[in-house]
């Protein structure tokens, strides 16, 4: 709860990463075939690594995607050889383009080996031009998006536990005050949403609220909104006062805010001058310094 913790966010207990990140078991022939005719064999192949797929897991967690790795990874590959099938097209058109406009003669290539060759070479570099980045986009689009969501729940987190105490000191208990913050999303966006996690791992799977808090905090991207969950969990198992926890939590939480506010303003002002420096004065120098 203290300043001095809140950069520090403790680490996720082993326990935590076995249940969301299985290692992979060694299966018989006959269970291989099994999840082969069951999932398909692009399925069945992320499926039998996952220790591979760990970190792409977690950001699917992070951005709340609703997928799992393995379901995510066949889709991914489904769009990958889609884009390789346009640029196969393309890498073709553009081959034949070369041989009948004489493309391959202006170049100065006048062998017929060295043609057919750099046709395929042409070929083989479109596809793959066009499959990478399809694969790469479609992996690394979770990680953008759970970084989207890390920026807006540190934005939204101070105002949205000041809005917490004042429920609090409304005479509302924890669980009460989770909920109305779950369904505050129009103003609290990504913050309403963790806590809408929450509240539907306790009402709807029926959970205890400390591991929906514990799930939470393992799954968000926001290493502040996992000081605040980490911080909650100890208030709440050991009896303190939920509302003086709130109180002490939006101070320092606030405090912080305005010191990255003020951060981000010197930075903004330093910019502003390097600008007038380079845009401005220094044109109006060297048109000096020409004229005379």
């Known amino acids: ?18 249940q969301r990140f299985p290692e992979r078991h060694d299966l018989s ?12 064999r692009i399925r069945t192949y992320f499926l039998l690594n996952p220790g591979r797929f760990k970190k792409l897991q977690r950001w699917l ?18 769009y990958t050889l889609i884009a390789g099938a346009v640029g196969l097209f393309l890498g073709t058109v553009l081959s034949l383009q070369l041989f009948v406009f004489g493309g391959w003669e202006a170049l100065g290539v006048t062998s017929a080996a060295l043609q057919a060759g750099g046709s395929a070479l042409l070929v083989a570099l479109t596809v793959g031009l066009f499959a990478g980045s399809a694969f790469a986009t479609g992996y690394y689009y979770p990680a953008s998006r759970a970084s989207s969501r890390e920026r807006q729940i540190d934005v939204l987190l101070p105002h949205a536990i000041v809005y917490m105490y004042a429920l609090s000191h409304g005479g509302m208990n924890a669980f009460e005050v989770m909920k109305e913050m779950a369904e505050a999303d129009d103003v609290y966006g990504e913050v309403a949403q963790e806590f809408d996690t929450i509240v ?23 290493e502040n909104f996992e000081q605040f ?6 208030v709440l198992d050991s009896g303190s006062e939920f509302a003086t926890f709130l109180e002490d939590e939006a101070e320092t939480y606030m405090n912080r805010a305005q010191d990255e506010q ?31």
């Open 1 to 18: 709860m203290s300043g001095e913790t809140l950069d520090e966010p403790a680490p996720i207990p082993d326990y935590e990463l076995e």
């Open 29 to 40: 022939a006959d269970d291989r075939d099994r999840l082969r005719d069951e999932h398909g």
């Open 61 to 78: 967690n992070q951005a709340q995607m609703g997928y799992t790795y393995d379901v995510y990874l066949e889709r991914v590959t489904g």
């Open 200 to 222: 539907r791992d306790v009402e709807l799977f029926g959970n205890d609220l400390f591991s929906a808090l514990r799930d939470a905090r393992s799954a968000t991207p926001s």
């Open 229 to 234: 969950v980490d911080d909650l969990i100890s």
């Open 262 to 292: 003020e951060g981000f303003l010197e930075t903004l002002s330093i910019l502003a001058e390097i600008f007038i420096v380079a845009f401005v004065a220094a044109p109006l120098f060297l048109i000096v310094v020409l004229l005379v």
